[in-house]
């Protein structure tokens, strides 16, 4: 079955530390990983996918196919990162996408 | 970017009455959306999948009688509760992807409120 797992609901940080968001999925086939995030009081939007390779706002992530996984990583946290954050999964048939139960990150002054 | 409304923002109705949900592709069309459901503090839960031109493909669990979808045409999808119960009250999404990629444009969500 596919599925997406972000193990941590809620994950606090200092401004400046590296923070990991966590994601692992499972998916019998080649899916296609995203992050969305969602800021206070705004829709939910793209943060970046696996196949850019990019970094975006400070942000990467790596499909690591042989753990599932789908880590978020940012190497000093701002406190503009404070938000909601989904693991999704697309490719399961047509563009239907399944997310993560989501992560919130706090990041303290 | 692609934008993606959603009408009404909120919605208050009474126990029994049906609700109906817009969602527009505003400047890109959809033949394929999608509704979601949010619930305070968690994750979206996809509800179906809205077809242009053909039936909405509904989750396991959701009642296509109760979450009526029509998807009339390439930039519009509307989703509708019928008989609103309290229980139903929640925080609608829809989203859509643009051309051939997976990357989904969401609506700005609506609450609806069943009292």
């Known amino acids: 079955a596919q599925r997406v797992t972000q193990p941590e609901k809620l994950l606090s940080v200092f401004k400046g530390a590296p923070v990991e968001l966590k994601c692992n999925y499972s998916y019998s086939g080649s899916p296609e990983l995203f992050w969305y995030v969602q800021y206070s009081r705004q829709r939910l939007q793209l943060l970046l996918r696996?196949?850019s390779r990019e970094s975006i706002k400070g942000f990467t992530a790596d499909l690591n196919k042989g753990e599932t996984s789908f880590h978020l990583k940012k190497p000093f946290a701002q406190e503009e990162d404070s938000a909601m954050y989904y693991c999704a999964l697309s490719g399961t048939g047509g563009f239907k996408t399944i997310f993560g139960a989501g992560t919130r990150l706090f990041v303290k002054a | 970017g692609a934008v993606v409304s959603q009408h009404p923002s909120w919605v208050i109705c009474k126990s029994g009455t049906s609700v109906k949900i817009e969602c527009r592709s505003l400047d890109f069309q959809a033949t394929t959306m999608f509704w979601y459901r949010q619930f305070p503090k968690q994750s979206l839960m996809l509800m179906a999948t809205s077809n242009e031109g053909s039936k909405a493909t509904y989750e396991q669990g959701v009642e296509k009688d109760k979450f009526l979808i029509n998807h009339a045409s390439l930039t519009l999808s509307t989703l509708t509760v019928t008989s609103a119960h309290p229980e139903d009250s929640s925080f609608y999404i829809c989203s859509a992807p643009r051309s051939q990629t997976y990357e989904q444009y969401f609506g700005p969500g609506t609450r609806l409120t069943v009292t």
């Open positions: 696996h196949i």
